[in-house]
């Protein structure tokens, strides 16, 4: 039986970012205290391409803290490609907790379909 689900991503899990940013050849994600231009940020950063200052998660809150000066400083693409990594990495990470396998398909239109396979049948 198939089943479609949406997700509304919450960045709340230190592995999960990781292994999104191994994804995504990223550097590994630093836990601290992140300047940002005005501002600081406490959580785990990670430096995207071409991004002046890192995205900084704050796993407590889920929230996001950056400064791209509206896209000058950064690209959106570049997090929206993380935010949909982390996605996926945290959803196989839940399927492999349960005892489930995964499978991925890379669509023509940039996204990405993940197949659960109940009880980790193919």
């Avoid at 994804?23 to 231009?37: A, H, S, Y």
């Avoid at 200052?53 to 000058?72: E, M, Q, S």
């Avoid at 950064?74 to 996926?88: E, N, S």
């Avoid at 995964?102 to 980790?120: A, P």
Wanted: glycine letters at 10%; one cysteine or more; a neutral charge.
């Amino acid at each position: 039986m198939s089943h479609i689900v949406s997700i509304q991503t919450e960045i709340r899990d230190p592995v999960a970012i990781r292994s999104a940013c191994n994804r995504l050849r990223l550097p590994e994600p630093v836990f601290g205290e992140v300047k940002l231009f005005s501002s600081a940020a406490t959580g785990w950063a990670v430096q995207l391409p071409e991004w002046q200052y890192p995205v900084v998660c704050d796993v407590n809150t889920a929230k996001l803290a950056f400064d791209n000066f509206g896209g000058r400083w950064g690209d959106t693409k570049q997090l929206d490609c993380f935010l949909q990594g982390y996605a996926v990495e945290k959803a196989k990470l839940e399927a492999r907790r349960n005892g489930h396998t995964t499978t991925e398909q890379l669509l023509g239109d940039g996204s990405i379909k993940l197949t659960v396979n109940v009880g980790g049948a193919a």
